[in-house]
């Protein structure tokens, strides 16, 4: 079974840009979750979603939205982008709450 | 805000040893999962233990759940240089009524070095 996949994994992006960044999560799951990883503030969480619906949102500024579509596939956008956003976005899929999180390699955002 | 705890923050061991990583944590949890992570590249999944389970064996892997403490650990017998990464624990916290909250609640995680 294919595992779950970024796209794009590098990107490079200046002050005032947004980004857009996409994940394919594993085969029947229809749940995929965001989140950021940075070396000063680790691992946080962005947001939930479940059968195209935002379930549960971390402590982010509006900046960062996100959809999921019928497909399970899902998106997060960044607009404004500021130095502080450069970090590695993970998305991770599961079957729902409560089960394990599989993560995809991750999108190396990098505002310059 | 970090919910788990991750002992030590560095570890370095030689091949053949045992490592045992400690996690502690605030809140009352759904379950508890272990990632690993090569430097700076996406989390795999090792272990995930629910809240009402004590212990759990996944090949070199032993995970241990202590509710009454919030803490669990991990302990990877017969360390390999491939063992060389950065582990999370991620808790999965319950809602007020019960229930999983959907997000997990990651440490700042042990970067374990396994010397060959």
């Known amino acids: 079974k294919a595992g779950v996949t970024q796209t794009p994994r590098y990107l490079i992006k200046t002050r005032g840009q947004q980004v857009t960044l996409s994940c394919s999560p594993i085969?029947?799951?229809?749940?995929v979750s965001w989140y950021q990883q940075t070396p000063g503030q680790g691992l946080q969480f962005l947001f939930e979603?479940?059968?195209?619906?935002?379930?549960n949102k971390g402590n982010f500024p509006g900046r960062f939205s996100g959809r999921q579509f019928s497909n399970s596939r899902s998106e997060m956008n960044v607009s404004t982008l500021e130095l502080g956003d450069s970090a590695l976005y993970l998305c991770a899929s599961s079957f729902g709450r409560g089960r394990e999180q599989y993560f995809g390699p991750g999108t190396r955002l990098t505002v310059t | 805000s970090q919910q788990g705890e991750e002992d030590p923050q560095a570890l370095s061991i030689q091949e053949g040893e045992n490592a045992t990583m400690n996690c502690s944590y605030k809140t009352s949890i759904n379950n508890l999962q272990w990632y690993r992570q090569n430097s700076g590249r996406g989390l795999v999944h090792l272990i995930l233990?629910?809240?009402?389970?004590r212990e759990k064996h996944s090949g070199r892997l032993r995970v241990t759940l202590d509710t009454s403490k919030k803490s669990s650990s991990l302990l990877i017998t017969a360390s390999r240089a491939a063992d060389t990464a950065s582990y999370f624990c991620a808790t999965d916290p319950n809602m007020n009524y019960g229930g999983s909250q959907g997000n997990l609640i990651f440490g700042k995680g042990t970067k374990l070095s396994v010397k060959p």
């Open positions: 085969s029947g799951h229809r749940s």
């Open positions: 979603y479940f059968s195209e619906t935002q379930r």
């Open positions: 233990i629910r809240s009402n389970e």
